[in-house]
């Protein structure tokens, strides 16, 4: 009995452990649900981020953003198995970008435009870069004329603002991102702040 019980208080620390150990992490699916192209129902897709083993699954507005905790230290792994995931349940393969909570904090601290008044956050758009680009092709985007458009551009992120909104921008981020050779996908602050806000109270709930 002694051996027994032994064993179970061993299971359950290992458990404590485990979910202990599990970080919440935001992610990003781009282009889906757009002009009637790589229709996702969100309801479907946190049911498919359960078998992935992702729990706690929320989802935001319709156009794929997840906050879930996940054992994986890996995230450029656990990105190719969501986008894995969804191309075999739903026929097309988008890109996923993950950032931890520490990550989305920084993204928030390193707004460009934080001191600045009269900042429609609808208009500002926050493009989360798949990787780092190179030095020197960030110097090249910066050499880009983007008027009335600012762009900022910091590690992994993108900080635009549309002053004239973004039905017709003069700035053309497809042009933007052929010259980084690097995808991503973007988020107006307002999605920026829910997600975090969301992520913190998962987060807080540990």
Request: aromatic fraction near 8%; charge should be positive; charged fraction near 30%.
């Amino acid at each position: 009995m002694e051996g027994w019980t032994l064993l179970l208080r061993r299971r359950l620390d290992r458990a404590r452990y485990t979910a202990g150990a599990m970080t919440v992490i935001i992610a990003m699916l781009r282009g889906v649900n757009v002009g009637g192209h790589n229709l996702i129902k969100m309801e479907e897709l946190r049911a498919l981020c359960g078998k992935l083993k992702l729990r706690d699954v929320q989802t935001y507005v319709q156009s794929g953003n997840l906050v879930f905790r996940s054992d994986e230290r890996d995230l450029a792994a656990l990105a190719k198995k969501i986008e894995s995931g969804i191309a075999k349940k739903f026929g097309f393969r988008p890109r996923v970008v993950l950032r931890t909570v520490a990550e989305m904090k920084k993204v928030m601290a390193r707004n460009p435009f934080a001191k600045r008044r009269g900042i429609e956050p609808n208009k500002f758009l926050v493009t989360f870069l798949a990787e780092v680009p190179s030095a020197e092709d960030c110097a090249r985007v910066r050499a880009i004329k983007t008027d009335p458009e600012e762009m900022y551009i910091d590690g992994q992120e993108a900080y635009i603002y549309y002053p004239n909104g973004m039905a017709r921008p003069k700035l053309s981020w497809p042009a933007v991102e052929r010259v980084l050779k690097v995808t991503g996908t973007a988020r107006n602050w307002n999605s920026v702040t829910k997600l975090l806000e969301m992520a913190e109270k998962l987060e807080a709930a540990q």
